[in-house]
């Protein structure tokens, strides 16, 4: 029986990466604070440590989505990647915005009419539809020559990183099988991540806790000291065994 196991690995490993994000918001709440000069050392290095340990996990959480014991998270995570997604189109519309101004025509020629809390909660299928006619946009006659110019290099990584999570997303919503070697050799290598990550995980958080206590309530408030909530065991161990919302993407 892998499930009980295997979600366990995942979890420390998913909460090890919820952990990094809210140790950074933290360490931006703390550098506006005067002085603590001690506190904002230990935190950043406990940030430190567990962004070296977390550097290797890569894409590990993507390929154990394939592992069938996991199907209770895969829905779960295909919503993150979707997160991640339309993060990156903020980041896209933030940087052309920044550097040609809001107003400029590509603005509205890319970004007119989304609303990005619609599309962060819509189905798989009205982003996946969503996806499609943003790169149409994005393939457009104006908007390639635009891109072409000298000017819009300083865009090109936040263009590629959009590309990318869009592949991310539809590898994740795509699925797949896998050959029982291959399950196993992705069993060992989240097992093995999730133990390097256990103990800078650990030491992040009681390093966060001492940083914050100056501060009333901050580490409560900060969700460094929470857990993820254990998800419950599907029948996924017997196969391991044996509209407003459309609206808004037109």
């Known amino acids: 029986m892998h499930t009980e196991t295997s979600l366990a ?10 952990l990094t994000e809210r140790l950074s918001y933290a360490l931006a709440e703390l550098s506006g604070k005067p002085g603590l000069t001690d506190e904002k050392g230990w935190l950043t290095t406990g940030i430190d440590r567990l962004n070296a340990a977390y550097a290797e996990v890569g894409d590990l959480l993507s390929r ?8 209770s998270v895969r829905e779960d995570h295909l919503r993150s990647l979707q997160q991640e997604a339309v993060d990156s189109i903020e980041r896209l519309q933030g940087g052309i915005m920044f550097h040609f101004g809001a107003r400029a025509p590509i603005v509205e020629t890319l ?7 619609l599309i962060r909660r819509c189905e798989s299928a009205d982003f996946e539809k969503f996806c499609s006619d943003f790169e149409k946009r994005l393939a457009s006659g104006y908007v390639t020559r635009m891109f072409g110019e000298p000017s819009f290099d300083l ?5 590629d990183a959009l590309y990318a999570s869009f592949g ?11 050959a029982e070697s291959m399950a196993q050799h992705l069993r060992d290598e989240l097992d ?22 100056p501060i009333r309530g901050a580490f ?27 609206e808004a993407l037109n």
Request: proline letters at 6%; one cysteine or more; charged letters at 30%.
């Open 9 to 18: 690995a995942y979890e420390t490993v998913s909460s090890a990466r919820d």
């Open 64 to 71: 154990v989505m394939l592992l069938p014991e996991l199907e």
């Open 111 to 117: 970004f007119g009419r989304l609303k990005m809390p």
């Open 155 to 159: 865009i090109r990584p936040a263009l």
């Open 168 to 178: 991310a997303w539809r590898a994740g919503l795509a699925g797949g099988t896998l």
């Open 192 to 213: 093995a991540c999730a133990r390097r990550l256990e103990l800078p995980s650990r030491q992040a958080r009681l390093l966060a806790e001492a940083a914050l206590c």
């Open 220 to 246: 409560d408030a900060s969700g460094i000291g929470q857990r993820s909530k254990r998800r419950p065991v599907r029948n996924a161990t017997v196969d391991v065994e044996a509209s407003e919302e459309h």
